[in-house]
Structure formats: C-alpha cells, structure tokens
C-alpha cells in the first residue's frame, strides 16, 4: 500500500517536471536566440566594418578568397544573427551559421582543437568563441525558434487563414 502510494506520488511529481520544462522550453530558446543572436550581429556588423582586418586575417589564416570569404562570414553573421533574434525563418538562418562557426572552429581556433584534445579536454572546445553560437544554431535548427518567435506568428496566422 505504501508503495503503491509512493510510485504514484513519484509518477505525478515526474510529470509535474515534464509539463514545467516543456512549458520553459520556447523561453529557453528565445533567451538563446536572443543573447546568441545578438552576438552574431555584433560580431558580423564588427566584421564589415572593419573588412580590411577580417580580409588580412582570413589571409593569414590561409583561407581561401579570403576577400569573398571575409564579406560572406560577415553578412552570414550580421543577417543570420538578425534573424535569430526575430525568429523568422530561424531554422533556414541556422544552417549557414553553424557551418560559419564550424569553419571558424576549426581555422581561426584550430591551434586549442588539434589532434582531438578536446574530447578528454572538452573546456578546449567549450571556452571557444564560436561554440556557443554553434550550439545555439544547432538547437534552433533541431527544435525551432519556440512559439516567442515571427516563425510560430506567422504560422498561426497561415492557419488560420487557410482552415
């Protein structure tokens, strides 16, 4: 009898946690895309305005056209991370900013990530620039923007028109 009760107690307090984190999950994400998004904004405003550096760097990256390359990172970063921040059309947005931080993964922060340190080490990968908008698009890409965004807005609206 007490153990009937305890499972049922265990049972309601486990949904109870499950109907609380998913209720926090289109928060959570617009807190993401908002801090992660503002970043990338910032950081391709910073690249175009100063597109001289990022074009010298990328050279002495070894990247290839690095003219075509430095202005390309830059307005990936500056409209993708606008669009994050909105929430329109995030999940599109997301794609070439993750493969942008990917890249810059592994040039510009190759030297902390070679030889695979990083997997008995994971604060190599994790305490680098890049990461967090990496991981930020991916969750974006996977999950969507959450229902705070212009995407699920214009969803609603589409549904009701078209039913």
Same mark, same amino acid.
């Given at each position: 009898?007490? /153990?009937?009760?305890?499972?049922?107690?265990?049972? +309601?307090?486990? &949904?109870?946690? #499950?109907?609380?984190? @998913?209720? %926090?999950? @289109?928060? *959570?994400?617009?807190?993401?895309?908002? $801090?992660?998004?503002?970043q990338a904004l910032n950081a391709?405003?910073? +690249? %175009?305005?100063?597109? $001289?550096?990022? #074009?010298? *760097?990328?050279?002495?990256?070894?990247?290839?056209?690095?003219?075509?390359?430095?202005?390309?990172?830059?307005?990936?970063?500056?409209?993708?991370?606008? =669009?994050? =921040?909105? &929430? %329109?059309?995030?999940?599109?947005?997301?794609?070439?900013?993750?493969?942008? =931080?990917?890249?810059?993964?592994? $040039?510009?922060?190759?030297?902390?990530?070679?030889?695979?340190?990083?997997?008995?080490?994971?604060?190599?990968?994790?305490? /680098?620039?890049?990461?967090?908008?990496? #991981?930020? @698009?991916?969750?974006?890409?996977? *999950? &969507?923007?959450?229902?705070?965004?212009?995407?699920?807005? #214009?969803?609603?609206?589409?549904?009701?028109?078209?039913?």
């Amino acid at each position: 009898m007490l /153990q009937g009760w305890f499972f049922s107690f265990c049972a +309601k307090f486990y &949904g109870l946690i #499950i109907t609380t984190g @998913s209720g %926090l999950q @289109s928060l *959570f994400l617009l807190y993401m895309r908002l $801090t992660w998004g503002h970043q990338a904004l910032n950081a391709g405003i910073g +690249k %175009l305005s100063n597109i $001289t550096n990022v #074009i010298l *760097f990328f050279e002495g990256l070894h990247i290839p056209f690095p003219h075509f390359n430095a202005y390309l990172v830059g307005i990936v970063e500056t409209f993708g991370g606008a =669009m994050l =921040m909105l &929430g %329109l059309g995030s999940r599109l947005a997301a794609i070439p900013l993750a493969i942008t =931080m990917l890249v810059a993964l592994s $040039t510009a922060h190759a030297p902390d990530l070679s030889e695979l340190r990083f997997l008995t080490d994971p604060n190599l990968l994790v305490r /680098q620039a890049p990461y967090p908008l990496l #991981i930020t @698009s991916l969750l974006v890409l996977v *999950f &969507g923007p959450g229902r705070v965004s212009l995407d699920a807005l #214009i969803r609603r609206w589409a549904e009701r028109r078209w039913y």
